[in-house]
């Protein structure tokens, strides 16, 4: 089976190339943007790279899409990876008013691409400290 964060990229970057299509730009012309080859953009589109996330803004303005765009198809992906969604939620509801789906997104796939046991660990660490935040917030006394 496939890792989560090779089938995030895979479907990304088949969105990517259809709309690229779409809008009639050449691979090469969003890469040189990049200060990029368009081969190393095509990487973007294959699913064989993740996205560097500063190059996000720029993709995003060739595609003609907002960034959120770029997550919004993975919901499905994550669910399948252990525990990550819980803990994006955890997140979630320790934002004082509410969420950044964007940075929420980033947060996910991020997590997604750590090894099970470690980003376990990690999970666990970040559920504890976001569970003293929300405490604190609530009883503000007790800081």
Known sequence: MKPVSDTIRARR???????RRQMGISQGEIGNELEMSGAGYGMYERGINGIDIDHLPTIAR????????????HG??????PDVPAVVQRISD???????????????EALSQIPTDRRRVIEERVSIYLQGLVDAARDPSST
């Open 13 to 19: 970057g088949a969105r990517m190339f259809a709309r």
């Open 62 to 73: 060739h595609l003609d899409v907002p960034i959120k765009w770029f997550f919004e198809e």
């Open 94 to 108: 320790a934002l004082p008013g509410g969420p950044d789906r964007e940075w929420l997104a980033s947060i996910a």
């Open 76 to 81: 499905a992906a994550w669910a399948s990876g």
